[in-house]
């Protein structure tokens, strides 16, 4: 009854389950009107946050192993931001940096439910 997120990922594991043929095509090109909305900060912090609801929706419905598994994969997620994070403030980018900080606080947050 709520807007998430990744409809893709959900979409893309069901094709997977049932068998179906996936490729991957990189020429193709997809073109996506944005409104101006969509471009603020807290509107992306909505969005990161539903994406990490809709994580948990989606491992919890495969059960408790599955929600650690993807705990875990948080963890690496968080240690790979950190890396960029340093990265981009390094290479004189931090608001690159921030905003990757920003996304896997509110991915987190949505997975752990809070």
């Known amino acids: 009854s709520k807007l998430l997120g990744g409809e893709e ?15 991957y095509l990189p020429a193709a090109e997809i073109f996506h ?12 912090k909505a969005v990161c946050y539903r994406v990490g609801q809709s994580e948990r ?8 192993k599955a929600y650690r598994r993807r705990w875990l994969d948080e963890v690496v997620k968080w240690c790979a931001t950190l890396v960029l994070c340093l ?8 608001s690159k940096a921030l905003y990757l900080w920003i996304m896997r606080r509110q991915i987190s ?3 752990a439910g809070k």
Not at 33 to 44: A, G, S, V, W
Not at 87 to 94: D, N, V
Request: glycine share 8%; hydrophobic share 30%.
């Open 109 to 111: 947050g949505g997975l």
């Open 87 to 94: 990265l981009h403030t390094l290479s004189l980018c931090p």
């Open 9 to 23: 990922k959900e979409l893309y594991m069901r094709y997977y389950a049932s068998g179906e043929d996936i490729y």
């Open 57 to 64: 929706i989606r491992t919890l419905e495969l059960g408790r």
């Open 33 to 44: 009107n944005i409104d101006t909305e969509r471009l603020t900060k807290p509107y992306f």
